[in-house]
């Protein structure tokens, strides 16, 4: 089992800047693949960034790329995401997840076993 709580979202202005933050427990940090998701209302829940399995390689929805980067610090346990840039279309909640099986298709929701409960981002214009 893993538990993941994430933090960090709140209002910001168009431009702004935001750290997420996904505290895991339970289980090792560095056993499990990270990624995370949004969801904005009405909308399904897409893919956002995510690390490959290894986790020497990253990937990022084209819509965020060059504007946010995902980390990850095994010794405290917590993965990261820094949004830079936002704009308002960036509004969403967003979700950290974890992954136990190592899988090359990391963008899809169904490849993930556990999901935090969502944090809210909202940039306004």
């Known amino acids: 089992q893993v538990q993941l709580v994430e933090s960090g979202g709140g209002l910001v202005q168009a431009g702004g800047s935001l750290r997420l933050s996904c505290a895991a427990s339970g289980r090792t940090f560095r056993s499990y693949g990270m990624g995370w998701f949004r969801q904005a209302p009405g909308k399904e829940r897409e893919f956002v960034a995510a690390?490959?399995?290894?986790?020497?390689?990253?990937y990022y929805a084209d819509s965020v790329k060059g504007r946010f980067t995902i980390s990850r610090d095994n010794a405290k346990n917590t993965g990261y995401l820094q949004m830079n840039s936002l704009k308002p279309e960036d509004t969403a909640v967003y979700y950290c997840a974890a992954r136990t099986r190592a899988t090359i298709v990391v963008t899809t929701t169904d490849r993930y076993d556990y999901w935090g409960q969502g944090t809210q981002v909202t940039v306004s214009s």
């Open positions: 690390f490959s399995w290894s986790g020497d390689t990253t």
